[in-house]
């Protein structure tokens, strides 16, 4: 199973960009899906998750700001991000839990993660 984010590069402070990441290979089914990012010298964090039926959760930091969506048909995952701040500026990973096959306990799985800065 691998994943492949797409999307950065850099953005002005107030803009918007959108990224996407794509899980491959042996898969059965995909449960919750989600980003994390880690900023220069801090620890990764928590941006978004979401389920396989749809419910989501946020960061506080980004609520209101970022929406996290899913195609399950595609095995994808997205992440829209408006209003960006300067405090956005991380290296952004997708994760999804994954069973390879019926009766396989789902694991986590990352992609390589991809960057964008957020110019003020």
């Known amino acids: 199973v691998q994943l492949q984010a797409s999307g950065g590069g850099l953005v002005q402070a107030g803009g918007y960009l959108r990224v996407s990441c794509t899980a491959s290979?042996?898969?059965?089914?995909?449960?919750?899906m989600g980003w994390y990012r880690q900023a220069p010298g801090k620890q990764r964090e928590l941006v978004a998750t979401?389920?396989?039926?749809?419910?989501?959760n946020y960061a506080d930091s980004v609520k209101g700001r970022f929406t996290i969506s899913r195609d399950n048909a595609k095995y994808m995952v997205f992440l829209q991000m408006n209003s960006l701040k300067a405090e956005d500026t991380a290296v952004y990973y997708c994760y999804a839990r994954i069973s390879k096959a019926m009766g396989f306990n789902p694991k986590h799985y990352w992609g390589q993660g991809t960057h964008f800065t957020v110019s003020s």
């Open positions: 979401i389920t396989s039926g749809g419910s989501t």
């Open positions: 290979g042996s898969i059965f089914s995909i449960f919750d």
